[in-house]
Each structure stands twice: as C-alpha cells, then as structure tokens.
C-alpha cells in the first residue's frame, strides 16, 4: 500500500556562485508515494557481507528518478542516501535500499516548502 506518506528526491549539487569556495546543498529533483518494506533476511546477510548498513527498504511508485547515490528525505526529516534500486515492472514500483546518513545536508532554499 502507498499510505506510508511522500518522499522527496534530492542531488547533491554545487551552489556557489563560479569561482567562490563550494558550498554543497541538497537540490529537490522530485517525490514520490512509498511505502516501507521489511529488510529481509537475505538482504540483510548479503548487506553484512558486504560490509554495509541497510536502514530502511521503501517501495517507491510511479517514479523513473532515482538512481544509486542520490538522497532522499522522509516526511520525519530523517536524510538518507540510496544505496540500491530494485525495479519493480508489474506494480511500476522501485524498491530503494536507503542507508542514514550522518552528517546532514542543508537543503537548497530554493525547494524549500516554507513561506
């Protein structure tokens, strides 16, 4: 079901006007509904394997954005970065492995939502 609530797709990009030091802000490409998955077993074991931390799996739909590397904000606020993107032909749904990241970003104000 896609009653979990809305997602908002963002790029790392550049803001600096050309030739001052780069300043690095989260830029909004676009959203999407999505619902949260379980983190299976299989994932979970080959994540460790890899030495990687699986946070959160969603169920993004009706979206061809994404891609690897990108960043993604919850309704909560909470950052993640995309780890992996499994495509889901039959509900046109992609599954996105979402690990916390840290350290937040700032958001550009320019896709900001507040008045």
Do not use: C, W
Not at 19 to 31: A, D
Not at 38 to 43: E, K, S
Not at 85 to 101: N, P
């Amino acid at each position: 079901m896609r009653d979990e609530g809305l997602l908002t797709f963002y790029e790392l990009e550049n803001v600096a006007e050309q030739g001052m030091m780069p300043e690095e802000k989260l830029v909004k490409i676009g959203e999407a509904f999505y619902a949260n998955r379980t983190i299976g077993y299989n994932r979970r074991y080959a994540a460790q394997g890899a030495n990687r931390q699986i946070d959160k799996l969603v169920r993004a739909y009706n979206t061809d954005i994404p891609h690897d590397g990108m960043y993604v904000i919850l309704e909560d606020g909470l950052q993640y970065q995309i780890d992996s993107m499994s495509e889901i032909v039959d509900e046109d749904a992609t599954d996105l492995t979402l690990v916390r990241i840290e350290d937040y970003y700032e958001v550009n104000a320019a896709d900001s939502d507040e008045p």
